[in-house]
């Protein structure tokens, strides 16, 4: 298998890959998966996807066959797994766990110390993979999708849980430092009341230090002291 980044001659096939992936992995409708695939992947909104992320594009025998998108959220902290698509017709060969492997290694030599994944929860492959991986479910988001309701899994690398206590209101919580959402300015983190993750508290924002940011119903989080805003760039998930 080789791999290779994605360039803005890639898009229809990145966009086929996606499209047939999402058939195959989720209960969404037809419309639903044409309208989510035009956004991200129409012409204009690739070339802005390969500004901000890096897309790796697996071939095998010169065929594209799979694709990761992630970011680099800071240097020296988290990156972001947001997709990782196998065409369906190359499933069960181990391209899937090649590729994230090497989308791992992309991200560790751009400074990224931990890993994140999302998926959605009706994706089960998807959950079992990063499962497989030694990855823990720290949290789940409720989104909104062509007008229904789904919930998002969010993992993180089990070996990564770093927290930090603060004191608020005569309250200790506990924030997550390396458990990271892109901000306008800097990154917010989440917080919880207790290590174990078991109740969620709110948010941490990096740039001032304030806590208590709430997330909105469409994932919009505003810090009320500075500013910083942490404004959603797709419903999704990392599939697989």
């Not at 927290?163 to 306008?184: I, L, Q």
């Not at 207790?194 to 304030?210: K, Q, W």
């Not at 002291?225 to 760039?233: E, F």
């Amino acid at each position: 298998m080789e791999v290779r980044e994605a360039t803005v001659d890639d898009r229809e096939t990145v966009a086929e890959i996606a499209k047939r992936s999402l058939e195959s992995s989720y209960s969404l409708t037809p419309s639903t998966i044409e309208s989510a695939v035009s956004e991200w992947y129409g012409e204009g909104n690739f070339e802005e996807t390969l500004e901000d992320a890096t897309v790796l594009l697996a071939e095998e025998d010169g065929e594209p066959v799979a694709f990761s998108e992630s970011i680099v959220v800071t240097e020296g902290g988290q990156g972001d797994l947001h997709w990782l698509h196998v065409h369906p017709d190359y499933r069960g060969g181990g391209i899937g766990a090649e590729l994230f492997e090497r989308t791992r290694d992309r991200l560790s030599e751009a400074g990224v110390a931990y890993l994140r994944g999302r998926v959605l929860a009706d994706n089960r492959a998807g959950t079992e993979f990063y499962e497989e991986y030694g990855f823990e479910k720290v949290d789940e988001e409720e989104l909104e999708i062509d007008g229904d309701r789904h919930f998002e899994h969010i993992y993180l690398d089990a070996e990564s849980k770093q927290f930090r206590s603060v004191v608020t209101d005569g309250e200790v919580v506990y924030v997550d430092t390396v458990d990271e959402e892109v901000g306008s300015e800097a990154p917010f983190t989440n917080v919880y009341t207790n290590p174990d993750r078991e109740s969620h508290y709110g948010y941490y924002c990096t740039n001032c230090g304030s806590l208590a940011n709430a997330m909105d119903t469409m994932g919009r989080i505003k810090c009320n002291n500075c500013g910083n805003t942490r404004k959603p760039t797709r419903w999704d998930a990392s599939y697989m």
